[in-house]
């Protein structure tokens, strides 16, 4: 049986063509047929280009509606999808090209310079709201394909995500882990033909790309196509809208805004959270004004959805809910034994949505692996009484910036090897805005007149903003407990004593 992704949208594709896939707002309307044949012809194009099973497909380009027949060609030709994120610079880029080797890399025009000397393996094409040079080779090209059966585990995609030692892992995401988690949401969330979603995340993660567009696709519904989240833009759109997907920054920034209120989401059944946890006071003031309760779930790069709070039922702020169906959580100690319910522990999840492991990283394959085959998130939590769980913090001490992560160590590597630094520690603070904002504290060596300004403009010719610094604070050592460890935790409570009130 062929276990493509492709194949399942097909089969729940409305009989209809004409109906609307893909909305721009004031621009162009995609309906199922042609967003069909388009995904036809760039298959056709990537197997022109050398192209064969199970080969790479990366992706950096900025939010078009034309990237979504692109990821649907690289489903349908049997390759592995390798969306990147916009922001990567040089330093990043080279590690990924060089880590996945994509056959094929798709990128924005003006970063064909860039990527063309970084990606010399691979056939690198450009595309942007014009189409660029990977449309041009779809015009002569048929608008059908057949579609290459694929097996369960087959790989579908593989997102990096950063590892506490700087190197990214990437995840190996199968047809079968994409498709058990789409069916999951869509039932859990009744998503229907009738839904009209409001897409404003970006496409390049977990959530934009699989969460929002598979429950689309495997509704038939619709989306209204927003390049980037703009508050002011998500309001005037949101009376035409049915659900509407989120970082808890998205909420915050709606609260903000004096035209949210019950009259501009009388449409909308359904809003979700996550990528970060949801502050309980923007749980409440979002409820005060428009009278919905903001549905938060947990999810993360390598599992895809893990746990929702129920469509019906009791919605309860600080809680991501309780697990999805298919999907099993438990919350144990060191030992990797299950803890009673309300006991704080590592949550570990076992299921169809769990992840193959790390593309070419065996070793971290098996160290996040549990004998008995629970994946270790490294996250922490409980389980209450009704079942619902709670996440309390997280190992490794990431940091989740705008429902992006952000790993200190990456950052902490680049910072130490600036001339004049001694070392540095990274941390996160909370941020009314971004859920959590990155701070560097760095120890200057004698004789080195390091800024603040000179430490974050350096680093963000290296890596992507959202990681930078928002802070450099410069101090005489690092505080260490006796085994010699930065106590990152002193070094957060410094920055609470030192944050002026409200």
Known sequence: MDANLYSLFATHAPADGSAACLVVPGGTSIDYGTLDAWSARIAHALVGAGCKPGDRVAAQVDKHWQVLPLYLAAL??????????????????????????????????????????????????????????LFDRTRELPADFATVPRAPDDLASILYTSGTTGRSKGAMLTHRNLASNALALVEAWRFTRGDVLLHALPIYHVHGLFVAIHCALLSGSRMLWLARFDAKEVLAHLPH??????????????????????????????????????????????????????????????????????LDGERVPGTVGPPLPGVQIRVVDARDAPLAQGTIGEIQVRGPNVCRGYWRKDDKTAESFTAD?????????????????????????????????????????????????????????????????????????????????????????????????????????LPRNA???????????????????P
């Open 76 to 133: 349908r030709a049997g390759l592995v999808y390798l969306p990147l994120n916009t922001g990567y610079q040089r330093g990043e880029l080279e590690y990924f090209f060089g880590d996945a080797e994509p056959r094929v890399v798709v990128c924005s025009p003006e970063r064909l310079g860039v990527v063309a000397t970084l990606a010399r393996g691979s056939t690198v094409l450009t595309l942007d709201a014009k189409g660029g040079e």
């Open 483 to 501: 085994m010699g460890k930065v106590q990152k935790n002193v070094l957060r409570e410094k920055l609470t004593a030192t944050t002026p009130g």
């Open 373 to 477: 085959g629970w994946f270790r998130t490294g996250d922490l939590g409980s389980f209450d009484a009704r079942g619902y769980l709670a996440i309390v913090g997280r190992g490794k001490d990431m940091i989740i910036s705008g429902g992006l992560n952000v790993y200190p160590k990456e950052i902490e590597e680049r910072i130490d090897a600036m001339a004049g630094v001694e070392e540095s520690a990274v941390v996160g603070t909370p941020d009314a805005d971004f859920g959590e904002a990155v701070v560097a504290f760095v120890v200057a060596r004698p004789g080195h007149a390091l800024t603040e300004r000179g430490v974050i403009a350096a680093l963000k010719a290296e890596i992507a903003g959202f990681k930078c610094p928002r802070r450099v604070l410069f101090v005489t050592e």
């Open 241 to 310: 809208a049915t659900a509407m997907m989120g970082v808890p920054t998205f909420y915050t920034r709606l609260l903000a805004e004096p035209g949210l209120d019950r009259a501009a989401c009388a449409n909308v059944r359904l809003f979700v959270s996550g990528s970060a946890p949801l502050l309980p006071e923007t749980f409440r003031s979002f409820e005060e004004r428009t009278g919905h309760r903001i549905l938060e779930r947990y999810g993360m790069t390598e599992t895809g959805m893990n746990a929702s709070n129920p």
